[in-house]
Nanobody
Framework: QVQLVESGGGLVQAGGSLRLSCAAS????????MGWFRQGPEKEREFVAT????????GYADSVKGRFTISRDNAKNTVYLQMNSLKPEGTAVYYC????????????????????WGQGTQVTVSS
C-alpha cells in the first residue's frame, strides 16, 4: 500500500520558517516527480512547488518563488519543502503528491498530473 505522510506543519509567526517533510512508503518514487500543493480555507487546492525525479529541475508558484525551496532525498524516499519568510496568506493544509510517470524531464504542476497524495499537514501563519 502506497502512503505519503507529511510532517512538520504547525503554527508560526509571519516572517518565520518551517520545513515540511513527506515520507513515502510502499514503493520507491526515486524515478518520479513529486510536488507540494496547498489548500487554504474556502479555497481551491493550488500548486506550490514541484521537483523532477533527479532533483535537477524544480518549479514554484509565483507566490512562493524566492521564499520556498523544494528538495528530495531519493535514498530516504522523502521530499522536503523549506518555507521561509512565511506570510499569513500561506495558512493552509499542505499536501505532498507523487507522479506515476517515471523520468519526466519537466516536473508537473497540476493536481491531475499527480497520482498519489498524502493526507496533508496544517500550516498556520499568524500576523
Amino acid at each position: 500500500q502506497v502512503q505519503l505522510v507529511e510532517s512538520g506543519g504547525g503554527l508560526v509567526q509571519a516572517g518565520g520558517s518551517l520545513r515540511l517533510s513527506c515520507a513515502a512508503s510502499g514503493r520507491s518514487f526515486s524515478r518520479n516527480s513529486m510536488g507540494w500543493f496547498r489548500q487554504g480555507p474556502e479555497k481551491e487546492r493550488e500548486f506550490v512547488a514541484t521537483i523532477t525525479w533527479s532533483g535537477s529541475s524544480t518549479g514554484y508558484a509565483d507566490s512562493v518563488k524566492g521564499r520556498f525551496t523544494i528538495s528530495r532525498d531519493n535514498a530516504k524516499n522523502t521530499v522536503y519543502l523549506q518555507m521561509n519568510s512565511l506570510k499569513p496568506e500561506g495558512t493552509a493544509v499542505y499536501y505532498c503528491a507523487a507522479d506515476r510517470v517515471a523520468f519526466r524531464v519537466v516536473a508537473p504542476r497540476t493536481p491531475r498530473e499527480f497520482d498519489y497524495w498524502g493526507q496533508g499537514t496544517q500550516v498556520t501563519v499568524s500576523s
